[in-house]
């Protein structure tokens, strides 16, 4: 008599995540997602892998390198090597990153953690600002990322602007010749537009948040490259819609604030082409990304939406000690594409 295969465990979903009733408010979810306890989380669990971890300097095209920081376990053969992309003014050492990267090195793969340009401490290595519609140097990376590792199956993901990015990078992908075999992305930012407004009405700590990381790495980029003199400590006083329009009319191609924000939208149907399979997570509280924007969003069948209660801009934090479900989630749904 034929024996019937073994069922493998439901993945993990949205469902699944029940934090404590005390950290089910989005803003502590969001502050404390950046916070000192998940950033000295994330820097145990990845040192906890036993993983080696070295530099790597992508080449973005055109002259343009991105630094990454490849992480590996000696002695083993990886089952795929995964891309992992942080969000707005966050780095490679975010906690999100390391937490996210210690789960898929426990899962038998190679984590490559980039840092934007201009993000993490890499001022220094392009001469042009940073700004959302640069997606044709991490495309590249990402090739680059693959030609080192021929023999090893490509998975991506990405948090916030990150989780923006990688969706980007999956649609470009079969074009750009890159074997990308899954991506996941959390808290993914679609329409730019109203998440400024959103940020502008919103609690004020999101806004001086954000604008103060903005103004700190601006600063450091103008002690860099004496051409942008003209980003003075006025400009830099800026509130943050404004200090946008100074960036796009200054530092892009783009004729307005509009169109700048509609180059990296991915709402409506603009993701209606994807072919790589991709895996969403979203929080239905999350007090930076309107979960109204979801709701004329057109999919293809290769997508899935998974939507959490709770979980705030990126945090979905489990207990006191900074464990996160995202991280988790992200993990288990990139790993299980590998066994069809």
């Not at 990402?142 to 989780?163: I, M, N």
């Not at 450091?220 to 329009?245: H, N, Q």
């Not at 509009?258 to 993701?271: E, K, N, T």
Request: net charge neutral; charged share 20%.
């Amino acid at each position: 008599m034929d024996q019937e295969p073994a069922l493998r465990p439901a993945l993990l979903s949205a469902a699944d995540y029940q934090p404590p009733r005390w950290l089910r408010n989005p803003h502590l979810q969001s502050m404390l997602a950046s916070s000192m306890m998940r950033r000295l989380r994330g820097q145990r669990l990845l040192q906890r892998s036993g993983a080696d971890t070295v530099e790597l300097l992508l080449d973005g095209g055109d002259g343009v390198r991105l630094q990454a920081w490849h992480s590996s376990v000696a002695g083993r053969d990886p089952r795929g090597v995964a891309l992992l992309l942080h969000g707005w003014e966050g780095s490679a050492e975010s906690s999100y990153m390391r937490m996210t990267a210690a789960h898929l090195l426990a899962r038998g793969f190679d984590v490559v953690r980039l840092n934007f340009r201009d993000h993490g401490n890499t001022h220094h290595l392009n001469p042009g600002i940073f700004h959302s519609n640069r997606i044709g140097e991490v495309v590249q990376a990402t090739a680059d990322v693959a030609r080192r590792f021929p023999q090893l199956p490509l998975l991506a993901a990405g948090y916030s602007l990150g989780g923006n990015f990688v969706l980007r990078l999956a649609l470009r992908a079969p074009a750009a010749g890159i074997a990308l075999h899954k991506v996941a992305s959390v808290c993914p930012l679609l329409d730019p537009a109203l998440t400024m407004d959103s940020i502008e009405r919103g609690p004020a700590m999101y806004d001086w948040y954000f604008r103060r990381k903005w103004a700190e790495s601006l600063r450091r980029k103008r002690a860099l490259f004496p051409e942008l003199a003209a980003c003075d400590d006025d400009v830099l006083r800026l509130d943050i819609r404004s200090l946008t329009g100074w960036l796009v009319e200054r530092h892009t191609e783009f004729g307005s604030l509009q169109a700048y924000f509609d180059g990296y939208s991915i709402a409506g149907a603009r993701l209606a082409g994807l072919q790589v399979p991709a895996d969403i997570l979203m929080a239905q509280d999350d007090p930076v990304i309107p979960f109204s924007t979801f709701s004329d969003w057109q999919l293809p069948p290769s997508v899935q939406l998974d939507i959490a209660p709770w979980g705030g801009h990126c945090g979905f934090l489990e207990n006191m000690r900074g464990d996160g479900f995202a991280e988790r989630w992200v993990a288990e749904r990139l790993v299980a594409v590998l066994h069809g």
